[in-house]
């Protein structure tokens, strides 16, 4: 019998036979939220679920994942996740997907509002950072770290019914061209999973282990621009950055939660300033880009 370990993450404890280093140890005697147990997870349309993806089925409460050469996940009920790994597949490679595609479905699952992005601490409020991948999310997560900011969470964004989001794991994910534009020294940190040039950079004490409202949500986009500008999204637009930027919005759908997804876009776009922020195609300005973000969010207030 695998012995299994404790872990808090997102406000929840969880009882895993995964090691996961990633995330912060708990020793707790409480029920745990959420359970990760090592066994057989049968085929994916086992139990008339239906395909949503070449690699995916699902119910309304029920996610069957597949990652070729790496393993396949079953995440029931926002509380389970049973995990089989496929032969020869190494751990890091099983925790990336975990970590990531498993427990943004187990979030959605928990109905909470999760968003691919960034959320930094300003103050006592909260920035997110969303848009496509390779926009610079994360170089900016590790601009505003650098300035002693604190981040609560990289790529895996929950936010609750209160409009506040959830800290997730005390690390951020770097390219190591990101790494190199922060000056971080890549040779002392674990990679994602063999083979990327991916980095789990620790995050220490600038880890914010705290639920914070979010005050600010940033859209990051590339143009043809000089300086940085910033362009308020006003009406029903305000929540389209939200919706498409939901963190893999297919698993929502496919559990048939679109409409109660569309209700926490909405509540969220309406406490917040949802800001298009416009950095130049050519060369990346870090600090001139963090310096123009902080003027505008104390103008918005």
């Known amino acids: 019998m695998a012995v299994s370990q404790q872990y808090w993450t ?18 707790c005697t409480d029920r745990p939220d959420v359970v990760i147990r090592m066994g057989d997870v049968g ?4 139990g008339g679920r239906r395909q949503i993806g070449p690699y995916t089925w699902c119910t ?7 990652v070729p050469k790496v393993g396949r996940f079953l995440i029931r009920q926002g509380s389970s996740i049973v995990i089989q790994v496929e032969p020869g597949a190494d751990e890091d490679s099983v925790r990336l997907f975990l970590l990531g595609s498993a427990i943004g479905a187990l979030l959605a699952q928990r109905g909470l509002l999760v968003l691919h992005g960034n959320a930094i601490r300003i103050g006592d409020q909260c920035l997110v950072c969303v848009g496509a991948s390779g926009v610079g999310k994360s170089t900016l997560a590790g601009g505003f770290l650098k300035r002693g900011y ?25 390219w190591r061209d990101s790494a190199d ?13 063999p083979g990327v040039c991916k980095f789990n950079y620790p995050l220490g004490s600038q880890f914010e282990p705290q639920p914070v409202p979010v005050r600010w949500i940033y859209q990051l986009d590339k143009g043809p621009v000089g300086r940085p500008q910033f362009h308020p999204t006003l009406g029903m637009q ?22 109660d997804h569309l209700k926490r876009c909405g509540d969220l776009a309406g406490d917040a300033h949802v800001v298009q922020a416009l950095r130049p195609n050519a060369g990346f300005d870090l600090d001139g880009l963090i310096e123009a973000m902080l003027v505008d969010m104390q103008e918005r207030g």
């Open 10 to 27: 997102y406000q929840l404890l969880i009882d895993s036979e995964l090691a996961l280093p990633e995330l912060l140890g708990a020793q």
């Open 181 to 193: 534009r922060l000056g971080v020294d890549t040779d002392s940190l674990h990679r994602l999973r």
């Open 238 to 259: 305000r929540f389209m950055p939200l919706l498409h930027n939901t963190y893999r919005r297919h698993f929502v759908e496919g559990m048939g939660r679109g409409a």
């Open 60 to 66: 309304s409460d029920e996610l069957w994942l597949g």
């Open 150 to 174: 604190s981040i609560l969470a990289d790529d895996v964004v929950p936010i609750d019914a209160a409009g506040r989001a959830l800290p997730g794991f005390p690390r951020i994910k770097l």
């Open 43 to 46: 085929n994916g349309a086992d």
